[in-house]
């Protein structure tokens, strides 16, 4: 079961930061990863992370301004948005893949978390 939390508003140029908890055994070769939801668009990937190798990626639309890790101790996948922009108000979700590598694809991933509204003004 994953649970998405941090969600809220935020300034542009501001920043927030999403945590994911996944409750019970998180296998290595899972990968975990953020998408996003815009009202009235389609669910967009925003980053993945490879549990096994900590191997990352982002979408472009990103890269440079959010950072995908995981807190072992917390047993969380974080994600930290900095730089948001107005574009960036989403609800967001944490989802698993649970074999193979990151994905951009939302059907790949079989687990998913409840969204977290992050809410950017101009």
């Known amino acids: 079961q994953l649970q998405a939390s941090g969600g809220g508003s935020a300034q542009a140029g501001g920043s927030l930061r999403l945590s994911c908890a996944a409750s019970g055994r998180t296998g290595s070769s899972y990968v975990m990863g953020w998408f996003r939801q815009a009202p009235g668009k389609g669910r967009e990937f925003v980053a993945g992370l490879k549990l096994s190798g900590d191997s990352t990626h982002y979408a472009d639309s990103v890269k440079g301004r959010f950072t995908i890790s995981r807190d072992n101790a917390k047993n969380t996948v974080d994600l930290q948005m900095n730089s948001l922009k107005p574009g960036d108000t989403a609800v967001y979700f944490c989802?698993?893949?649970?074999?193979?590598?990151?994905?951009?694809?939302?059907?790949?991933?079989?687990?998913w978390g409840q969204g977290t509204l992050v809410t950017v003004s101009s």
């Open positions: 989802a698993v893949k649970v074999w193979g590598t990151i994905s951009s694809l939302f059907r790949e991933y079989a687990y």
